[in-house]
């Protein structure tokens, strides 16, 4: 069993940065993938980033790349995610999720935890 709980969100205005992060607990975090997820008001949630049990894999979502990072911790057993140049469209519920599968994944179905979010709102 893993529980996850995401904390960093905030106000924030466009073009800031912002670092969110999410603590597990449970034995089998260092050994799980691990996902951001988001979901914005009227709009289903959608995958944003995913990084595997070690770290050395990830991916991300085409609207993210190149300004969201991925990345975790595993003696702290915290995953984070770093937003730089935040965008109006960034604005939403960010979930993290943990997966049992080793590798990243892509799939709300293929994470079996997860945190009861934190908002991210991005003023223009």
């Known amino acids: 069993q893993v529980q996850l709980v995401e904390s960093g969100g905030g106000l924030v205005q466009a073009g800031a940065s912002l670092r969110l992060s999410c603590a597990a607990s449970?034995?089998?975090?260092?050994?799980?993938?691990m996902c951001w997820f988001r979901q914005a008001p009227g709009k289903e949630r959608e995958f944003v980033a995913t990084i595997n049990w070690s770290g050395v894999s990830t991916d991300y979502a085409d609207s993210v790349k190149g300004r969201f990072t991925i990345s975790r911790d595993n003696a702290k057993n915290t995953v984070y995610l770093q937003m730089n140049s935040l965008k109006s469209e960034d604005a939403a519920v960010y979930y993290c999720?943990?997966?049992?599968?080793?590798?990243?994944?892509?799939?709300?179905?293929?994470?079996?935890?997860w945190g009861q979010g934190t908002q991210v709102t991005v003023s223009s």
């Open positions: 449970g034995r089998t975090f260092s050994s799980s993938a």
């Open positions: 999720a943990a997966s049992v599968y080793r590798s990243i994944r892509y799939y709300q179905g293929e994470y079996n935890y």
